[in-house]
Each structure stands twice: as structure tokens, then as C-alpha cells.
């Protein structure tokens, strides 16, 4: 084992700044004004071509495109992705309420756009389960608010209503306004939001969010044809719909159900298999597609045995046609949580594939990335796009490694859309099902990993099963909201009710750990007091209440600091705390805390005396004081100074110590701040 000697002088604040701080312009560095003048200057002398080459990544990783090394893997991965594309983007566009070949379009307009503005190389625009469902929730329920204001019954794409308004026109008026939405948030520069969606939350929305899409794929695939219900609860609603018809099942349905899900069974066992030996993955979606749509060709299953198909499948380009503006306050808070959703998603999966192949993501341009795709994509009558929980990892697998990947799949969608798409008419609709509820499989399985999260972690299990309750009994939308909102409260619960240490130090060494999970040496004229988390509003009385504990300080009746009217300033009673002497010719330990401190006394054994008493407040874990915390912590400050025992601050961070000394609280206690908690520790010894 190497061995560490340092020797230096101890040092307090003060000495440590007159030795070492820069005297020119010290403190306005620190300051926000400073910080936004740095990057104005920045934004200035930039040359146009970079905010060019920003916007369009395209023209960065291009150049790094090899054709002799990367053309071959990347025509083989856009293939197979191209396969996938297709038929979820059909399987999508049912949860969307609209016709299967609109999925056409999502798997080629706005690819294209992401292509040219994404910074993942990797991910795999178009359709995306989670946010066509919401997006077919919110058409539903406009659609059915205008119903029972007497408007005509409506149907899902055909029927127009009185106003001109269809399924169609209130799906493309939510693709431009998340796209919207999702641009003035990638110029306003909002990427940071990404930090406040934990995985745990991500990874319980998209689970939630899975079983709704699943579940609403049961009467497809079992050949009922029932109406589907929304709103709260919805997803147990289509369970007792489903139980209570089992006896009107399509029989005929149900075996091209099973007949699909059995080919996808073998043909994903064939690709586990075959993982080492094939070059890219088996695109299992398109050949059961395409196998099926043969034999219900070839069997006439529609007219002999009335199962349902795809039908008609337009080809050719939609004509450009502008969504409209009459119900953006109608659907303004859905298109504001699909927003969000995706922009949650796509960050987390863009990031996870990032780092395992070693380049940069960057947060605001997947913003704008998207926020296009969806704005420009609207006018070709295209629903909400999205990042795919599946499609990135076939891509990855298949040994993509630059969009080019998915120019090529919106080349073989092209094709399809031009040519080919009328051959897929005969394609049973059950087949569409059964593809999108195998591609949901790992969103699914992530309940499995709820055993590890809660011992690794009690409140992000908590996190995890109370954005899963919500979202899947509440809908996804709703859910969004709640979840996001018990998720904040969360935080403040851990930032309220941290955890509370007493350190000591380790023998010949600087080191200061845990008194009850290591073996220290406790020197009882001091005690090193620690909280783990920042010292604020939410818990600054808290604080107080634990060093009164571990000091063995008693409170009057009538003490409890009180909350001013109006205000979160803590008024504080000069006689709320009365501190004992315990200097005693006796050791005499402390009470036993109830809060897991290790007993302290201030006493020494040899009956020291009042100047020998010393408490060291570990602060490394203050990112920041609020007033309220500044002014509790001047407050015991000063009562332990009037009780004889002095206090030393160690290792606050510069914006820490900055906000201190500039509150008003501080004004003379100057020196009590220390570097490190050894250099606090010395100066008391």
C-alpha cells in the first residue's frame, strides 16, 4: 500500500485566501453577471458556420462516414430497420386512431429531418407506442366532447364533422404543437430538464405506458369489436370489456393470433440463437408480415371467415395540408406531456447507446431535433414521432453506426409507400397487434428489476411504484403529471429529512469517517457534526433540533422557533435554547439519541474545561444555504459561542462560504471557516 505524507501548515480561511486567492476581481467572478458576460462574449465572436454545423450535426459526422469500412453494415442495419419501421408504424397509427398507412408516412417524413438534425447516431425515428396512445386519448376525448355537444358521431378518419374537424386534423394539430413546443424549448436552451426525470421514473412511465398499449391491442387480436373506453381506470375497463365478451372471440382471429405470436416466438429464439453467427439480426416483424399477408391472400380470410384486415393502403404522398388552429386550448396539455415523454425517452436511450459507443449527446439539439420532425412532419399528415424503445438496439445490433442507417430505412419506406404498400392490404389487422405488443416485451419485463431497485435504493423503488400506479391506472398523461409531482415531493422529502452523522477521525491519517461504520479515533473534546444534504428552508429547524440532541441541550416549553406571517424567515427566541454546562470531574456520556448519533460528551476525562469543547460542522455536503438556513446557523453559532464552545465551519464550497458571508447574519463571525475539517481540527487541538 502507497503511503501519503503531506506536510503543510493548518490553515484557516482567512489565512488560506491571504496566501492564495487572486486579489484581482475575486468575488465578481463568482457571480451570475459575470458568468452570462462570458457567454454573450462567446456567442459573439462564434463564426456562423458553427451555429451551422450545431443545427445540423449532419454535417459533423458526415465527414467521418468511411464508404469502404461503414457502407455495407450500414445498408445491411438500415434494411433490417427499415423491416421494423414499417410495420410498427402501421401497428402505431391504430393506437392513434387512424388508418395503418399513415404509419407509412411517420417511418419517412420525419425520419428524414431527424437524419439531417439528430446527434444520435443510432437512434431510430418514426412511430412511438407511448406517445400515440396519448396522442389517440386526446382525439377521443375532443372528438367525444364535440359529440355531446351535438355534433355527428364520428369515425375514425372518414367522418368529418360539422367544423371540419376529423381524427386526422386534431392527430397532425398535436404533432405541431409538441414540435412547437419542443422547439422554443431547445432554443430557450432547456435540455437541463432531462436531470430532473430520474431513470427510475422513465423506467416506470414507459412500463405503465406499455401495459396501456398493450392492453389496448386485446380486442384487435381477439377479433372483438368493442368500443374502447378512456379517461381514468381505462385499462381495467378493457379487462372486464375483454372477460365479459371472451364468448363473442373471433375463433378464426384468434388462430391468426397465435399463429403470428408462434412464428415471432421461433424467429427470436432463431435470432438468440444465431447471435454470433448471423451479421445482423433477423427482421422478425416483416417476415411474419409478409408470410401471413400470403396465406390471408391465399385463404381469403375476410370473406370466409370474417376476420378483419388492413384494407386499403394509399399510394403515393399525402398532399401537404396545414393542421389546424381550432383546438390548440384543447389539446395544449396533451401535446405539452408528449413533449415531454418523448423528449424524456429519446434523452435516456440517446445517452445509454452514447456512452457505450463513446461520443456526445447534446441535450438542447435533440430538442430541436425532434421538435422539427414533428412541426415539418405534421404537414404530411403524419401523428406524433418519436425515439423507439426497441428500433435503437436492432440498429445497434445490426452493427449501425451513423444515421445512414436510417436514410436507407426511409429509402425501403419509400419503396413501400410508392409500390409496394397495396400488397399489404390482405394483412389481418391482429397481425399489427401481435407485432406491437412482442416489441412492448422488455418495457414489460422492467417489473423484474423492481426486486434490485429497492434494495439498492427505498426511494427510488417508491418513485418507481407510484409513477407506475398512476400512469397505469390514470391514464398516460395524467399519470405524467402526478407522478412528476409526487417525484418532486420526493426530493423534498429527502432534502427535509436527511441523514445525520457524527464523524471521527482515523488514527495517523486526515481522514474523518462515520463514527458507527468505521473504526475511529474519538477525541471527546470535539464532536464532528454532519449533514448529508443542503442546508435550507426545509430543513434548517430540523438541523438545529439534531446538534441540540447530540449537545444534550434541553428547550423551555415554550421555544419552538415559530414561522413568521408572510414569510419563511424563522424567528427565533433568544431564550429558546439553554445550554448546560456539563463540565463535570466525572466522565459523564451522553443520553442515547434516538436519531442514530453515537454517544458524545462534551466533557473530557480529565474534567476539561469550557474552552477545550469544540464542535466541527462538516459542510462539503452543502451545495448551497438558503436565508433561512444562513440565519439558524448564525443563530447556533452564536448561542454555543455565548455557552463557551466554539464552532468551526469546514470544507464549504466558495459559493457556500460566498452566501454566507453576504447574508446579513454573518456579520461577525468571520473566523470560523476552515479549508478542511483537519485544518478545523488542529486549530482546536
Known amino acids: 500500500m502507497a503511503n501519503i505524507k503531506i506536510t503543510r501548515p493548518s490553515y484557516s480561511d482567512q489565512t488560506l485566501r491571504g496566501t492564495f486567492a487572486r486579489p484581482e476581481d475575486n468575488e465578481f467572478k463568482v457571480k451570475w453577471q459575470y458568468r452570462l458576460k462570458q457567454k454573450v462574449t462567446a456567442c459573439k465572436d462564434a463564426p456562423w458556420v458553427s451555429y451551422l454545423m450545431a443545427l445540423f450535426p449532419i454535417l459533423t459526422w458526415l465527414r467521418q462516414f468511411n464508404v469502404r469500412r461503414h457502407l455495407l453494415g450500414e445498408i445491411l442495419a438500415g434494411l433490417t430497420i427499415g423491416f421494423v419501421n414499417v410495420p410498427q408504424g402501421m401497428a402505431f397509427a391504430g393506437l392513434a386512431h387512424l388508418d395503418p398507412f399513415y404509419g407509412l408516412y411517420v417511418a419517412f417524413f420525419p425520419v428524414i429531418v431527424y437524419i439531417f438534425m ?183 380470410i375476410e370473406e370466409e371467415f370474417d376476420v378483419e384486415l388492413v384494407g386499403e393502403i394509399r399510394t403515393g404522398f399525402p398532399t401537404p395540408k396545414a393542421p389546424s388552429f381550432d383546438h390548440f386550448t384543447d389539446l395544449i396539455t396533451d401535446a405539452l406531456a408528449i413533449a415531454l415523454v418523448t423528449y424524456a425517452v429519446n434523452i435516456s436511450l440517446c445517452k445509454t447507446i452514447a456512452e457505450q459507443h463513446d461520443y ?46 436510417s436514410a436507407v430505412g426511409c429509402l425501403f419506406t419509400l419503396i413501400v409507400i410508392l409500390a409496394l404498400g397495396q400488397y399489404l392490404e390482405p394483412l389481418p389487422k391482429a397481425v399489427l397487434g401481435v407485432v406491437l405488443i412482442f416489441s412492448l416485451k422488455k418495457m414489460i419485463f422492467q417489473l423484474s428489476l423492481l426486486p434490485a431497485l429497492y434494495r439498492q435504493s427505498k426511494w427510488d423503488f417508491v418513485v418507481w411504484v407510484v409513477t407506475f400506479s398512476a400512469v397505469f391506472l390514470l391514464g398516460v398523461a395524467p399519470g405524467l403529471f402526478v407522478a412528476l409531482v409526487f417525484s418532486f415531493f420526493a426530493v423534498a422529502l429527502r432534502v427535509q429529512f436527511p441523514s445525520y452523522t457524527t464523524e471521527g477521525k482515523v488514527e495517523g491519517t486526515e481522514l474523518f469517517l462515520d463514527t458507527e461504520s468505521f473504526k475511529t479515533e474519538v477525541d471527546r473534546r470535539f464532536i464532528v457534526f454532519h449533514m448529508q444534504t443542503s442546508l435550507c428552508f426545509l430543513n434548517a429547524l430540523c438541523f438545529k433540533k439534531k446538534l441540540k440532541a447530540l449537545l444534550r441541550i434541553e428547550t423551555t416549553d415554550n421555544d419552538e422557533p415559530v414561522m413568521s406571517n408572510g414569510s419563511n424567515d424563522i424567528a427565533l427566541d433568544d431564550t429558546d435554547v439553554i445550554i448546560h454546562n456539563v463540565v463535570s470531574t466525572a466522565h459523564t456520556a451522553a443520553a442515547p439519541s434516538s436519531n442514530g448519533f453515537s454517544d458524545v460528551s462534551l466533557s473530557t476525562e480529565r474534567g476539561g474545561s469550557a474552552e477545550e469543547r469544540s464542535i466541527l460542522i462538516n459542510c462539503a455536503s452543502f451545495s448551497f444555504v438558503d436565508q433561512d438556513g444562513a440565519r439558524v446557523l448564525a443563530s447556533v453559532l452564536e448561542e454555543l459561542k455565548a455557552g463557551g464552545i466554539s464552532v468551526r465551519l469546514a470544507s464549504c464550497t466558495e459559493s457556500v462560504h460566498q452566501s454566507l458571508l453576504q447574508s446579513s447574519h454573518f456579520g461577525d463571525l468571520t473566523d470560523v471557516f476552515y479549508p478542511s475539517l483537519l485544518d478545523a481540527y488542529m486549530s482546536a487541538a
Request: hydrophobic fraction near 50%; aromatic fraction near 8%.
Open 118 to 300: 439528430g446527434s444520435c447516431h443510432h437512434q431510430s425515428w418514426g412511430g412511438f407506442g407511448v406517445t400515440a396512445i396519448i396522442s389517440g386519448d386526446a382525439v377521443v376525448r375532443v372528438m367525444a366532447t364535440k359529440l355531446e355537444a351535438g355534433c355527428a358521431p364520428m369515425a375514425p378518419t372518414s367522418t368529418v364533422e360539422p367544423d371540419g374537424s376529423t381524427a386526422l386534423e386534431l392527430s397532425i394539430t398535436i404533432a405541431l404543437l409538441v414540435g412547437s413546443i419542443q422547439c422554443i424549448m431547445g432554443f430557450l436552451r432547456m435540455g437541463f430538464i432531462s436531470a430532473y426525470l430520474s431513470r427510475s421514473f422513465i423506467q416506470a412511465l414507459s412500463t405503465g405506458a406499455a401495459f396501456h398499449v398493450a392492453t389496448s391491442q386485446l380486442p384487435t387480436i381477439l377479433g372483438l369489436d368493442l368500443e374502447r373506453p378512456h379517461g381514468a381506470f381505462s385499462i381495467i375497463k378493457i379487462w372486464i370489456d375483454v372477460l365479459s365478451s371472451l364468448a363473442h372471440v373471433n375463433l378464426a382471429t384468434l388462430v391468426v393470433t397465435l399463429v403470428a405470436f408462434l412464428l415471432l416466438v421461433i424467429l427470436a429464439f432463431t435470432n438468440y440463437m444465431l447471435k454470433e453467427r448471423r451479421p445482423v439480426p433477423i427482421p422478425m416483424d416483416m417476415i411474419v408480415v409478409v408470410l401471413i399477408t400470403i396465406l390471408s391472400f391465399a385463404f381469403k
Open 360 to 405: 456526445e449527446i447534446d441535450d438542447n439539439q435533440e430538442l430541436l431535433a425532434s421538435g422539427f420532425a414533428n412541426a415539418i412532419s405534421s404537414f404530411f399528415s403524419c401523428y406524433v414521432s418519436g425515439p423507439s424503445l426497441s428500433r435503437i438496439w436492432i440498429v445497434e445490433k445490426a452493427g449501425g453506426r451513423f444515421l445512414i442507417t
